[in-house]
């Protein structure tokens, strides 16, 4: 996977729920799957939705938008939903509390429809 394909996945892992429901139903069929680079994109994705930076970002549009996925997450329980997963997985506690500049990216994720 190319950083900016893992840069995507880690996205829409945080902020778009079907996608974080595939990847609990892989956790669930195959747990040792969530040690390897699964487990390091729920990583990412957990730090998606921390606190926003003051610098190091890419651009004030990338900011606009991590805030604006940040806030419509909150309505689909994916924080805790996340937080559960990644319990689930035995992954270690992660201590940051600003996502890291280099996560802020203008991404698009796919349209969220019924």
């Known amino acids: 996977m190319t950083p900016r394909e ?6 829409e892992l945080a902020f778009y729920p079907p996608r974080l429901h595939m990847a609990w ?11 390897g680079e699964l487990g390091e994109l729920l990583d ?8 926003l ?5 890419a651009s ?12 419509k997450a909150r309505a689909f329980g994916m924080v805790t939903f996340l937080a559960n ?16 500049g280099n996560l802020v990216r203008d991404i698009g994720l796919p ?3 019924r």
Do not use: F, M
Not at 6 to 11: E, F, G, M
Not at 25 to 35: A, E, F, G, I, L
Not at 60 to 71: D, H, I, K, S, V
């Open 6 to 11: 893992r840069l995507q996945t880690a996205y």
């Open 25 to 35: 139903r892989q956790v669930q069929k195959n747990p040792s799957d969530s040690t």
């Open 44 to 51: 990412q994705a957990w730090l998606l939705h921390q606190a």
């Open 53 to 57: 930076p003051e610098y190091g970002y």
């Open 60 to 71: 004030q549009r990338a900011l606009n938008r991590l805030a604006l996925y940040q806030a």
């Open 85 to 100: 997963i990644r319990k689930y997985c035995s992954r270690p506690e992660i201590t940051a509390r600003i996502v890291p």
């Open 111 to 113: 349209p969220l429809s």
